[in-house]
Each structure stands twice: as C-alpha cells, then as structure tokens.
C-alpha cells in the first residue's frame, strides 16, 4: 500500500468489514494482492448481528488450515436445528450427515469471528485494516470506479485502487454512489432483538418457538440468550404505543424457563428493530467495481444464512479475480460479470425458499389467531429422516459451496 499525506493506493479496496470484506481481504493478500479494508465502526463489538457459522464457511476454515485453531474461540454448537410449534416439538435441519469436516452449525458472537479474520489477515504484509474509515463517495474517472473516499478522524481520505469492492451491507453507501438500485423482492416480517440472562438449568440448545401469532428464537450466548421475536412487517411502531409489559408477557408465554427474568427487557430502548428486506441487484458491477454479500442482495434471515452466502460471494471473488489481480492485469467488467454469473443462481434459488418459508409459514403462524399445528412441510421435516438432511444440506452448504481456489503468494 502506497500513502502520499491523504491518499492511499492498493491494487483493491474493499468497503466494509463485515465477514465477506475480511474473508476476501484475507484472501487477497494470501495471493500477494495488496488489499486495504476500510471499516466505518473503531471495532467490531456490535451486539445483534448474525452469530451462525455454518459448515460452508467452517470448511473454509479448514481450506485454509484454520479450522482447529478457529474452533478454540468461545461458540456453542447446534448438530440439529429444532424448534416448537404449537405443542409439537420439531427436528427441522440434520447435520451430522454433511460431507464435511465439521457437522454442525457454530453460534459464535461475530465479534470473535472478524477479530480471528483480522489477526490472520495481518500476518501478510499485502492487508492493511483502516478503522474509523466511512467510505462516503466514488472516485470515478472516465466511467471507471478508480477507488473510494471516506472520512476519518483524521480527516477526508482517499483510496485509490484497481479495484473496490462494495462489501458495506445492505444499506450501502457504495451501491448507492455507483447508482446501482436493487429489486425489492418483499418480506412480511420484522425481527426485534434483545438478550435476556441465562442461567444453568436453562435449555442449553438454540431453539425456536411459534404459537398462534407469536414466534421466537432463542441463540445461547453462553451467559445469556440472545433472543430474536418476530412481528408483522411494520408493527413495531404500534408496539412502541403500547406497555413494555405487553412484549414481556409473550416472551414469558413462549419461555416459560425465562419468565422469572422479561423484567430485564427493561424499556424499549431495550429492543432493536432489524427492519427485514429481501432485494437483489439486477447488476452487481460497473467498470472497476463489484458489490457483493447484502451489498448486491439481502437476505432473510430465515435459514440464518446470510453470512454464509456473503462468504461464498466472496471466495468465489477471490478465485476469479485474484489470479488477474496478482499478475497485475486490469480487470475488465467480463472479469467482475464472471462473479455474479458464479453465484447469481445460488442466491436466487436461496431467496425462492427464504420467501416461500415466509409466506407460506411465517406468515401464516403471525396471523394466526386460533391454536397452531405445525403445516405439511415442518411435519415432512421431522417423519422423514431424508428430508430433514437435505434442509441440513441446503442450510448447512447452500445451493452451490464454493471451496478456496484462489492462489497463495
């Protein structure tokens, strides 16, 4: 990486430190690619992001000869996903009969996650992590993205690149620069998230619970759970008019176990909004930029595996680009189209059961008034063994796993 006072040059740069910008930084700089990440946040202690790391990405873990030493990081594993609906207690995703090295699901804090990517990165002269870095506009030249800039303590900054890649989420300032606007797919839904303690005869398993109207699901964080109840797309703004108290007694109902600790949730200050959307960029690149993870299309969180998608996205970026990248030759837009053509089809297929999931399911269990049975397709999960893998295997893998390619320096 070059400096000249405010201005920074890297063969790429990649907004956003989320996992897909770390992996694909990582990788770039394992292949010699001098890579800058810019992250907005001074670190990555953020409460209520996604915390599933699923068999994809631990056997990328072990692509890279990590995955040992990444599971010595404090997480808890889920070989079965299960959840109750109604009074019938379900099996929903089976793991244990993955082609993989690990076969389950690893409920780690992200923070762990992009810290452990962050110290391996580097240990490569080619990565450098810039904190404190809000990427607020392109720099273009000649209609081709040159590089970013961004605002820092320090001052306005600018990047220079070959490359930039827009890995800033869903909200994206980069995608939004370049004018590139997604296609809104919908979603019936919004989650509201809060933790409540644990204690040690508390279930020890993440699990999920749906009654008439209500759904919640519960993530063990070791000290506590973390706890996500999902309403009707815009009804938190009449929930906000009502009591506290109202929230607590539901979260009571459905956790009996935890009824002795709702007066936790002690205010709404205490709940975050996640506002669901499933979009979907039509293009994801423009000469000298590629969006890719919640960047090029949000995911649902039904399945959790939006992270996971974003780490395919980006190690199938970097087994495309990085041997252009490494012999210095300038990327074309058939080289960026090469990445979307790659995974597009995989996210369309994952997007299709996200919200066939919530439509068919999740809204149904929300506007349902009287006592809920489980629907045709969650009791076919739970009586047919078969079944129940495949949804470990599209859950657990994805439609179309990519597996580390991408050439080391």
């Known amino acids: 990486m070059a400096s000249n006072g405010s201005q920074l040059h890297a063969q790429c740069c990649i907004v956003g430190g989320g996992p897909a910008g770390m992996v694909l930084g990582l990788l770039f700089a394992r292949a010699g690619i001098d890579t800058i990440v810019l992250e907005k946040h001074a670190d990555f202690l953020r409460d209520f992001r996604g915390d599933t790391i699923h068999p994809s990405t631990l056997e990328a873990m072990d692509d890279l000869g990590l995955l040992d030493e990444f599971l010595t990081l404090p997480h808890e594993k889920a070989y079965v996903l299960s959840g109750k ?82 890995a800033d989420g869903r909200h994206s300032t980069v995608r939004q620069a370049a004018g590139l606007i997604p296609q809104d797919i919908g979603a019936p839904m919004d989650v509201l998230w809060f933790r409540l303690s644990r204690n040690p005869g508390d279930p020890h398993e993440t699990f999920g619970r749906a009654e008439a109207g209500r759904i919640l699901i519960l993530i063990n964080r070791g000290e506590h759970w973390q706890c996500g109840y999902v309403i009707a797309k815009g009804a938190f703004a009449r929930m906000q008019a009502e009591d506290i108290a109202g929230l607590r007694r539901n979260i009571a109902e459905l956790a009996p176990f935890a009824a002795d600790r709702v007066s936790e949730i002690g205010s709404w200050d205490d709940v975050k909004l996640l506002t669901v959307s499933v979009d979907r960029l039509p293009v994801w690149h423009k000469p000298g930029l590629l969006c890719i993870g919640d960047a090029a299309h949000a995911m649902s969180p039904v399945g959790g595996v939006g992270i996971n998608i974003a780490i395919q996205d980006a190690i199938a970026s970097a087994n495309i680009l990085a041997p252009a990248l490494k012999q210095k030759r300038q990327l074309d837009e058939a080289d960026l189209a090469a990445v979307q053509k790659r995974r597009e089809r995989a996210v369309r297929l994952t997007q299709a059961g996200q919200v066939f999931i919530q439509n068919r399911i999740i809204s149904g269990v929300l506007q349902q008034g009287a006592e809920l049975a489980p629907p045709m397709v969650l009791r076919l999960l739970t009586e047919i063994p078969l079944i129940r893998r495949l949804a470990g295997r599209l859950v657990g893998l994805g439609v179309q796993p990519e597996h580390i390619r991408s050439p080391v320096a």
């Open 85 to 166: 609906v109604g009074n019938t207690t379900l099996a929903m995703a089976d793991f244990t009969h993955l082609p993989t090295k690990a076969k389950f699901v690893a409920f780690m804090p992200q923070w762990h996650f992009l810290d452990f990517l962050a110290r391996k990165a580097s240990a490569y002269s080619t990565f450098h992590l810039k904190m404190r870095a809000d990427a607020v506009s392109l720099i273009n030249e000649g209609g081709t993205v040159k590089g970013v800039v961004a605002e820092t303590p320090q001052g306005r900054l600018e990047v220079r690149a070959d490359l930039t890649i827009g």
